[in-house]
C-alpha cells in the first residue's frame, strides 16, 4: 500500500486500519502530518453489516452529530450515506432498522411510501422470499408508510453461483460489466412478467467496487437496492475497498505486519513488528488495534476450580495481542495480566450486564483522558494516543469509533507539529 519510501522514521504512526485507524489517518493528513500504517489486516470493520450507528441501534438514540471532520472523512470513504433522521432499511433477520448511516447499496426504504416493494423467490441459502416479505410488511412502521412486501417468482436468475456462492462471491461477479448486464436483464424480465412494483429489494450482492445498486436502477427503471445483511457480508468487503482505495489515492503506506512491542525510547516511540528487525520509530503514535473481535485484546478463560471455588487473584483472562505500557481497565479498575489458570471464570464473572445493559467484555478498554493515553499513575503518556474499541467503554458502534479515530490522528498531529 502506498509508493513512499519508508525510513523507519516516521511522525505519525497508526496501529490499525480499522474504521478508526483510518479516520485517524485522515484527520492526521487533514493537518498536514502524513502518517504510516501498520497492521495486519483490516480487523473487526470488515464484519460490519453496512448501518453505521452511534451505539446500539435499538438501544441508543439516533444522532446526527457529526462534526466537520467526521464528515469529511466518510465523504473521502464514499460509500455511506448519512441521514438519521432518514434512514430505515430491511434486515435478513425479518426485522426493519433506523441508522444514523447506510450504506448506499441498501435500499432506504425511508424514501419510499404507500407502494409495493418487490422481493424476488431465488434457490438460494439465506434467503426465503415469502418468510421476509410477510415478516417485513407486518413491522409497524412500514405499515405506517403504507410499505407492502411481495414475494414473486424469478426463476431465470436461479444459477449455480446464486444457489450456491457466497454474497461476496455474487457481489464480485456483478462488478463485472458482464454479469451486470445479464443479471439485469433477467431481472427486468422477471419485473416485467410480475408487474405491480416500483422498487425491488435484494440480498447482500450489488457489488464490491462498483454501485451496482445505482446502475441496475437506472437500467431497469425502478428503484433497486439491498436488504442490510449480518456480521461478514459483501458490505465488509465494500469497506475494505473504500478503505484501500482512499489510502492509495493519499500515498499513505501501510506496512502489514504484527505489532510485537510498543515503547518509549528518548521521547519518541519504537513500534517493534515481527517482519523487520529494525523499529519504526515515530513522535507520536495511534492505537487503535480493536478489541477482542479485531485481534487486538486476547481472550483467555480461566479454569474452574477445584471444589468449584474460585481463585482469589485480581488477574482478567485478557490482555493486549502485543506488549507495551499501555493499561487495561475494567469499570475504571486497572486489570492484571492473563491468568488461564488463575483467571476470572468467564462463565461466571464476565458475561453479566451493568447497570446500563453493557456486558463486561464490552467495557474492557484502556487507561486515558479522551484518547490521550495513561499510565498506571494516571500521568500522560506523552505522544501516544488510543482510537476504536479500546476508546469505549461500551459495544463499539461504527460512528462512535470514527469519531475516536479522528480525536485521535487530530491530537497526535498536533503533537507533532508542536514539538517539531
Same mark, same amino acid.
Not at 213 to 241: D, F, M, P, V, Y
Not at 284 to 290: I, L, P, R, S
Not at 340 to 350: D, I
Given at each position: 500500500?502506498?509508493?513512499?519510501?519508508?525510513?523507519?522514521?516516521?511522525?505519525?504512526?497508526?496501529?490499525?486500519?480499522?474504521?478508526?485507524?483510518?479516520?485517524?489517518?485522515?484527520?492526521?493528513?487533514?493537518?498536514?502530518?502524513?502518517?504510516?500504517?501498520?497492521?495486519?489486516?483490516?480487523?473487526?470493520?470488515?464484519?460490519?453489516?453496512? *448501518?453505521?450507528?452511534? !451505539?446500539?441501534?435499538?438501544?441508543?438514540?439516533?444522532? &446526527? @452529530? /457529526? =462534526?466537520?471532520?467526521?464528515?469529511? #472523512?466518510?465523504?473521502?470513504?464514499?460509500?455511506?450515506?448519512?441521514?438519521?433522521?432518514?434512514?430505515?432499511?430491511?434486515?435478513?433477520?425479518?426485522?426493519?432498522?433506523?441508522?444514523?448511516?447506510?450504506?448506499?447499496?441498501?435500499?432506504?426504504?425511508?424514501?419510499?411510501?404507500?407502494?409495493?416493494?418487490?422481493?424476488?423467490?431465488?434457490?438460494?441459502?439465506?434467503?426465503?422470499?415469502?418468510?421476509?416479505?410477510?415478516?417485513?410488511?407486518?413491522?409497524?412502521? *412500514?405499515?405506517?408508510? !403504507?410499505?407492502?412486501?411481495?414475494?414473486?417468482?424469478? &426463476? @431465470? /436468475? =436461479?444459477?449455480?453461483?446464486?444457489? #450456491?456462492?457466497?454474497?461476496?462471491?455474487?457481489?464480485?461477479?456483478?462488478?463485472?460489466?458482464?454479469?451486470?448486464?445479464?443479471?439485469?436483464?433477467?431481472?427486468?424480465?422477471?419485473?416485467?412478467?410480475?408487474?405491480?412494483?416500483?422498487?425491488?429489494?435484494?440480498?447482500?450482492?450489488?457489488?464490491?467496487?462498483?454501485?451496482?445498486?445505482?446502475?441496475?436502477?437506472?437500467?431497469?427503471?425502478?428503484?433497486?437496492?439491498?436488504?442490510?445483511?449480518?456480521?461478514?457480508?459483501?458490505?465488509?468487503?465494500?469497506?475494505?475497498?473504500?478503505?484501500?482505495?482512499?489510502?492509495?489515492?493519499?500515498?499513505?503506506?501501510?506496512?502489514?505486519?504484527?505489532?510485537?512491542?510498543?515503547?518509549?525510547?528518548?521521547?519518541?516511540?519504537?513500534?517493534?513488528?515481527?517482519?523487520?528487525?529494525?523499529?519504526?520509530?515515530?513522535?507520536?503514535?495511534?492505537?487503535?488495534?480493536?478489541?477482542?473481535?479485531?485481534?487486538?485484546?486476547?481472550?483467555?478463560?480461566?479454569?474452574?476450580?477445584?471444589?468449584?471455588?474460585?481463585?482469589?487473584?485480581?488477574?482478567?483472562?485478557?490482555?493486549?495481542?502485543?506488549?507495551?505500557?499501555?493499561?487495561?481497565?475494567?469499570?475504571?479498575?486497572?486489570?492484571?495480566?492473563?491468568?488461564?489458570?488463575?483467571?476470572?471464570?468467564?462463565?461466571?464473572?464476565?458475561?453479566?450486564?451493568?447497570?446500563?445493559?453493557?456486558?463486561?467484555?464490552?467495557?474492557?478498554?484502556?487507561?486515558?483522558?479522551?484518547?490521550?493515553?495513561?499510565?498506571?499513575?494516571?500521568?500522560?503518556?506523552?505522544?501516544?494516543?488510543?482510537?476504536?474499541?479500546?476508546?469505549?467503554?461500551?459495544?463499539?458502534?461504527?460512528?462512535?469509533?470514527?469519531?475516536?479515530?479522528?480525536?485521535?490522528?487530530?491530537?497526535?498531529?498536533?503533537?507533532?507539529?508542536?514539538?517539531?
Amino acid at each position: 500500500m502506498g509508493t513512499r519510501t519508508v525510513n523507519h522514521h516516521e511522525d505519525v504512526i497508526i496501529l490499525g486500519d480499522g474504521a478508526a485507524g483510518v479516520a485517524a489517518a485522515h484527520a492526521s493528513l487533514r493537518l498536514g502530518v502524513r502518517p504510516l500504517l501498520i497492521s495486519l489486516g483490516n480487523g473487526a470493520t470488515t464484519l460490519y453489516s453496512g *448501518c453505521l450507528d452511534h !451505539g446500539v441501534w435499538n438501544l441508543h438514540p439516533r444522532s &446526527s @452529530s /457529526l =462534526d466537520e471532520r467526521q464528515k469529511e #472523512f466518510i465523504d473521502a470513504i464514499d460509500i455511506w450515506c448519512v441521514d438519521p433522521e432518514k434512514t430505515r432499511v430491511a434486515t435478513l433477520a425479518g426485522v426493519v432498522r433506523t441508522a444514523d448511516a447506510a450504506d448506499r447499496a441498501l435500499l432506504n426504504l425511508a424514501s419510499h411510501k404507500n407502494e409495493t416493494i418487490l422481493v424476488p423467490r431465488i434457490d438460494r441459502p439465506n434467503w426465503d422470499a415469502d418468510f421476509l416479505a410477510r415478516s417485513w410488511s407486518e413491522d409497524l412502521w *412500514c405499515r405506517e408508510q !403504507g410499505l407492502r412486501f411481495e414475494s414473486f417468482d424469478a &426463476s @431465470s /436468475l =436461479d444459477d449455480d453461483r446464486m444457489r #450456491f456462492g457466497s454474497d461476496t462471491e455474487i457481489a464480485f461477479h456483478l462488478d463485472s460489466p458482464e454479469g451486470r448486464t445479464k443479471f439485469g436483464e433477467h431481472l427486468s424480465a422477471e419485473v416485467q412478467r410480475h408487474g405491480g412494483g416500483k422498487s425491488v429489494l435484494l440480498g447482500p450482492w450489488l457489488g464490491i467496487d462498483t454501485p451496482v445498486a445505482s446502475i441496475l436502477t437506472n437500467h431497469i427503471g425502478i428503484q433497486i437496492g439491498e436488504a442490510c445483511a449480518g456480521l461478514g457480508s459483501t458490505a465488509g468487503a465494500r469497506w475494505e475497498h473504500a478503505a484501500n482505495r482512499w489510502l492509495t489515492q493519499q500515498r499513505i503506506t501501510r506496512i502489514q505486519d504484527r505489532v510485537q512491542r510498543l515503547e518509549q525510547v528518548d521521547g519518541d516511540w519504537n513500534v517493534h513488528v515481527s517482519q523487520s528487525k529494525r523499529p519504526y520509530q515515530a513522535k507520536a503514535v495511534v492505537v487503535a488495534t480493536g478489541g477482542i473481535a479485531g485481534g487486538g485484546i486476547i481472550l483467555t478463560s480461566g479454569e474452574p476450580q477445584e471444589g468449584n471455588e474460585q481463585s482469589f487473584s485480581p488477574a482478567h483472562p485478557f490482555s493486549l495481542s502485543y506488549r507495551g505500557p499501555l493499561v487495561l481497565t475494567v469499570d475504571g479498575r486497572i486489570s492484571e495480566t492473563v491468568a488461564s489458570l488463575h483467571g476470572f471464570n468467564l462463565e461466571r464473572l464476565a458475561w453479566p450486564r451493568d447497570d446500563h445493559g453493557v456486558w463486561w467484555m464490552d467495557r474492557i478498554n484502556v487507561l486515558r483522558d479522551g484518547v490521550q493515553v495513561l499510565d498506571a499513575s494516571n500521568n500522560p503518556l506523552a505522544g501516544l494516543f488510543v482510537a476504536g474499541e479500546l476508546a469505549l467503554k461500551r459495544p463499539a458502534a461504527s460512528l462512535a469509533s470514527i469519531a475516536t479515530g479522528v480525536e485521535a490522528g487530530t491530537a497526535a498531529a498536533r503533537y507533532v507539529l508542536t514539538n517539531a
